[in-house]
């Protein structure tokens, strides 16, 4: 069976456009696990908490476990969505940037 000349083209966009569009936000939100500010309670003692999640305190169980598994999700997705770049990039002949990469 083969498939739709249409098909094709919305798939060439999809793999082009998404992975560009959803990067930079999905690294920031992956690296704002590490992002603390200290603050004081009312009993004066100074804490360190998230900065965007302001009931989850720097150095918990909690913040261990959600630092571990986006250094994780850091290590797979970084390299993962270079790759498809170069995939990407290799398949398309109509894009007006192309990077050239050395390795």
Do not use: K
């Not at 603050?39 to 999640?53: A, E, K, M, Q």
């Not at 999700?73 to 290799?90: D, E, K, M, N, T």
């Not at 398309?92 to 390795?103: A, K, Y």
């Amino acid at each position: 069976p083969s498939i739709p000349t249409g098909f094709i083209s919305v798939m060439e966009i999809y793999s082009s456009v998404v992975p560009l569009i959803f990067y930079i936000p999905i690294i920031t939100t992956l690296l704002d696990v590490y992002a603390c500010e200290r603050r004081v309670t009312l009993d004066g003692d100074p804490h360190y908490y998230l900065r965007r999640h302001c009931s989850v305190e720097c150095d918990s169980s909690r913040h261990t476990d959600m630092t571990i598994w986006s250094s994780i999700a850091l290590g797979l997705f970084v390299p993962v969505a270079s790759y498809h770049r170069i995939i990407v990039q290799a398949g398309s002949d109509s894009m007006n940037l192309i990077q050239h990469p050395r390795f």
